[in-house]
């Protein structure tokens, strides 16, 4: 199945190479698609005929790939890199359709020499916010955006699952993402840091509903007003946000069924009248998800051991109930002056149940010992973020000011119960009990100003500040169950405060003249820690430049560079103990320091359709995942260290919106990475380096009766990670999705992971013996998602988001 799937990556790959080879050659303009081969048919009539014409957007700029066809026929073509096309039509033809996605179907009589101007579909602006100029999937130098509305699989679920479907994108379940091959991705919401990682990161992504969702931009190169973290780039996810006069109520409901079934439901309110806009959205998630893990490990014999066999199955079944919540209210006091308040919550309860059934051996004995586990874990955390904004804008040319102070309190509270019975092939079984009582919170209060100041039509500056103050209060309570009664366990009972402050300043000045645009910037921050075994503050300056050279109105070429930070996360700094087993321990790390990343990426783009990039990174103090044998046990503990260096260098690709037919749209993300990982372990210099490629497909399809259909699938081939490599992975999902009563509402039918094969395995060396692990969850399922839209009112113009802060770190 894998070569299949590789073979029909080759084909289209190569299919797209030549529509893309006949779009730079002088004769691009005669490629049409034709009902019949030219080869069979009958010689030309004059009973037909040859038009050719132009098609742009209100703005005048070309559209790439829109779709030129005569109704009810198959007779087609579509608009090059230009928006220039040239079909041949029957003489009768009486008129043609010229449609684009995110814009309104122009029905035209055929002509020679057209100029055809798309409008904005205003059904679409208003009911899922598609702006103008807008694709499926929009590439830039300095990131991607898409827009999961339109899409039959991405427009259903939650946020965890549209980011499982990205190209180029990596998420499991335990939060660990990874951005085109590369660890250290930072996730905003709005615009707005998330302040969570790892499992509580997944859980909120999980209670977010995909309908609400507007976009998602996957930035390679944030700006200096970015704070300077995510040396692997941002992901931005934007929430729906009407701006429409009078009433607007949205109502989705969607369902997924796997293993388990899963439901979303959520309702959103807008209301606009004179200078108010006020915006709500509700929304329930629950469902189960499962995690079945297989583990195998060997441990290297000595003169007096023989060599040790360690085998484990895991099977945890996940039950999840989440409400989430967000409310925000904007008044316009003048037509420059904007401010507003915002809440955003969300409540979560998990619980956990599972078994392990784990096996020592040797080559020559069947068994040496058998371990049975049960596991029981019940957590509920909580998440409150409030915002004040405000916005004023001096003039029409763009000079502005905003402000912001945002508060945010995250809270857990979780019961761990772990039981372990032991039998021997000789000696007396042992039965182990433990159960860790943790609870903790995070206080977090942030403001910050920003200046946008145009000198002139060719010169911009930009200037701002920020400042965070983070308080950690976190407590863990391990006891062990002897003769019937709990007895403290003082070696894991711990308590962590932790306390952060990070003052930031930065600048950055654009000038744009004639086809050079230069944008430099500088980003300082300075660092405060406070905590139980750390007390320390620094200053570090994270430059930022961008060189863009337009080669044509279609064509240029970019240079970027960065400096970035990245802070360990607040779970990795903390000591507690997570226990999975008596043979298998997750520590937190206090001594972690922050890495810093230096990145080149010279990029060249054709209009907002292709891009073609060769990047470099360099790390020091890479944050990594580790995994150590402790001495005299054979328990492995996972702890997060810092590495010597990481290094990492290729090529990528992205294509997006290539017309193969005026029924077909295909996508297309490829790149070719080496990853160089290099760490001292027991006074030796280790490394780990591998090249890897990451391929995905998105075919997106125009079915009869109004049905849309989409067909993607990506493969990413095994991949250096620290001490261990991932394994190769890959997915083909599929869905059809069809607007009914006059566009008022959408019903999607999705199914993703048709063969089960997106999951999770690792395969590395700890202390000189071997491991794998193969890692499954409920991700095959076949779905269904229905939303009703209802507005009374008008459009206006849409002001700017207030964006107010970047990413974190926190994670309890």
Not at 601 to 620: D, E, G, L, N, P
């Amino acid at each position: 199945m894998k070569r299949f799937i590789l073979i029909v990556f080759v084909i289209q790959c190569f299919c797209l190479s030549q529509l893309w080879g006949q779009d730079r050659t002088q004769n691009s303009n005669q490629q049409s698609l034709k009902h019949i081969s030219e080869s069979d048919s009958p010689p030309k009539s004059k009973m037909t005929k040859t038009i050719q014409g132009k098609i742009i957007d209100k703005a005048g700029e070309s559209i790439v790939g829109a779709n030129v066809y005569i109704p009810g026929t198959t007779i087609g073509t579509t608009s090059n890199l230009d928006g220039v096309f040239q079909l041949e039509i029957p003489a009768s033809t009486k008129s043609l359709k010229i449609s684009y996605m995110g814009y309104s179907t122009l029905e035209v009589a055929p002509e020679n020499n057209m100029k055809i101007t798309l409008r904005p579909d205003a059904t679409q602006i208003n009911e899922v916010n598609i702006v103008a100029k807008q694709t499926t999937i929009q590439v830039t130098a300095e990131k991607t955006t898409v827009y999961p509305a339109l899409s039959p699989i991405t427009s259903s679920g939650n946020a965890y699952s549209v980011l499982k479907n990205l190209p180029g994108v990596i998420i499991n379940s335990d939060g660990s993402l990874y951005l085109n091959g590369k660890s250290g991705v930072k996730v905003l919401i709005d615009g707005k840091n998330t302040y969570l990682s790892g499992t509580d990161l997944v859980n909120y992504l999980m209670s977010l509903p995909a309908s609400s969702l507007k976009k998602i931009e996957l930035i390679n190169h944030p700006s200096a007003k970015y704070e300077a973290a995510g040396n692997a780039g941002i992901i931005d996810i934007s929430t729906q946000k009407t701006n429409s006069l009078g009433y607007n109520l949205n109502v989705n409901t969607s369902y997924e069924k796997g293993k388990y079934g899963r439901a979303n439901n959520n309702i959103a309110f807008g209301y606009r009248k004179n200078k108010w806009n006020m915006n709500a959205m509700y929304g329930y998630y629950q469902g189960s998800n499962y995690i079945d893990v297989a583990i195998k490990r060997d441990f290297s014999g000595t003169a007096t051991e023989p060599l040790i066999f360690f085998d484990q199955d895991s099977y945890r079944k996940r039950t999840y109930k989440s409400h989430y919540f967000n409310f925000s209210v904007d008044f316009y006091a003048d037509p420059k002056t904007t401010m507003g308040v915002a809440v955003r919550g969300s409540s979560t309860n998990k619980i956990e149940n599972g078994t392990i059934h784990s096996l020592f051996h040797t080559l020559t004995t069947e068994s040496d010992s058998t371990i049975h586990s049960m596991t029981n874990n019940d957590e509920n955390r909580k998440n409150l973020t409030s915002s004040l904004y405000i916005q004023h804008k001096f003039d029409s040319t763009g000079k502005e000011i905003s402000a912001s102070i945002d508060r945010l309190y995250y809270s857990v509270n979780e019961n761990q119960f772990h039981k372990d019975v032991m039998t021997r092939v000789s000696g007396l079984s042992s039965e182990d009990v433990s159960q860790a009582l943790k609870a903790g919170f995070i206080k977090m209060y942030s403001g910050r100003v920003d200046l946008a100041y145009p000198v002139s039509n060719i010169w911009r500056f930009d200037a701002g500040a920020k400042s965070d103050f983070v308080n950690i209060s976190d407590a863990s309570d391990n006891e062990n169950k002897q003769n019937g009664q709990w007895i403290n366990d003082p070696a894991l009972s711990t308590t962590f405060h932790y306390n952060e402050n990070i003052n930031a300043l930065y600048v950055s000045s654009k000038v744009k003249k004639n086809a050079l645009t230069a944008v430099v910037g500088v980003r300082v921050e300075n660092t405060n820690v406070k905590a139980d075994s750390v007390n320390q503050s620094y200053t570090d300056f994270f430059p930022n430049l961008l060189l863009s050279w337009k080669l044509s109105d279609i064509h240029a070429i970019s240079l970027t560079y960065d400096k970035r930070i990245d802070r360990p996360n607040y779970r990795d700094l903390n000591p507690f103990v997570y226990i999975f087993d008596n043979y298998t321990y997750e520590e937190g790390n206090p001594d972690l320091k922050p890495q810093f990343t230096s990145r080149f990426i010279f990029s060249y783009t054709i209009r907002k359709a292709y891009r073609f990039s060769v990047f470099y990174t360099h790390t020091r103090h890479a944050i990594i995942k580790s995994y150590f044998v402790q001495p005299g046990t054979r328990r492995v503990l996972v702890m997060p260290t810092n590495m010597s260096s990481y290094n990492s260098y290729g090529i990528q690709g992205d294509m997006a919106q290539l017309s193969l037919t005026h029924w077909l749209q295909t996508s297309l993300h490829l790149e070719l990475v080496q990853n160089n990982y290099q760490w001292v372990e027991n006074g030796s210099k280790l490394r780990n380096k591998d090249f890897s490629f990451q391929v995905g497909v998105q075919n997106r399809v125009n079915l009869p009766w109004g049905w849309s259909g989409e067909v993607s699938g990506f493969y990413n081939s095994r991949m250096a990670n620290g001490q261990i490599d991932l394994l190769p992975v890959w997915q083909i999902s599929g869905g059809v999705q069809k607007n009914l009563f006059n566009r008022k509402a959408t019903l999607s039918i999705f199914s993703n992971d048709w063969f089960h094969s997106n999951h999770t395995r690792i395969q590395g060396v700890i202390s000189g013996g071997n491991v794998t692990t193969n890692e499954f969850d409920d991700h095959t399922v076949l779905g269904i998602s229905f939303t009703w839209r209802f507005k009374k009112g008008s459009d206006v113009k849409k002001t700017g988001d207030k964006k107010s802060i970047d990413s974190k770190r926190i994670s309890l």
